[in-house]
């Protein structure tokens, strides 16, 4: 009994920082091509948020060109400014930090087949912030979308060089196969192919 009685008085007597270990914060950094590209993983991203960790949605193009019928938005500056608008009340919604907007043209992204301006940006972005975490498409970019494929390049090409910013995880996104049978087909053959085969894992 004494021993039982000692154990607790000693915890008052010596404070200690805590019993349990504190959880790390990380900056979790999500990158893609267009406003609402984070749809895919917009759970993910508020969890890590509500854990403490520091949450930041990356968008490369200004998102002009993605009409859609119902939305009545004509392309251009009208639907980019809606984009913009739409992208920070998601992150609002989402509880994760104002986006940043790399404000690129939307299906551009290959115009010289090198991604040079995208490269540049998001090598600043993530010199600024040092993301620890980085999630981004897959190769496939989900249904052959060449600019979701060029982001993957960019990011993954930016994790896998030998730089001080770069992160220490990189995870992809995507969609089970179970719900590409509602997505539009594949638009590049490559697309298709890098569909094939892959399986859903939990993070």
Known sequence: MIRLILIPLALLLFPVKSIKAKRETRIIMAVFAHPDDEITISP????????????????????EKGTREHAGI??????ADASRKEAKCACAALGINPPILLGLNDGELDVDFTAAPLHAKLDSVFKLYQP?????WGPDGVYGHMCHRLVHVGGTGLFQADAHARPSSLAYTGLPNASRKNLEAPITDSGFLLQQGWHQVTP
């Open 74 to 79: 004509a392309e251009g500056d009208a639907l």
């Open 44 to 63: 993910l991203l508020a969890k890590y948020a509500r854990m403490g960790d520091k949450v930041y949605l990356v968008i490369a193009t200004k998102g």
């Open 132 to 136: 620890d975490v980085l999630l981004t």
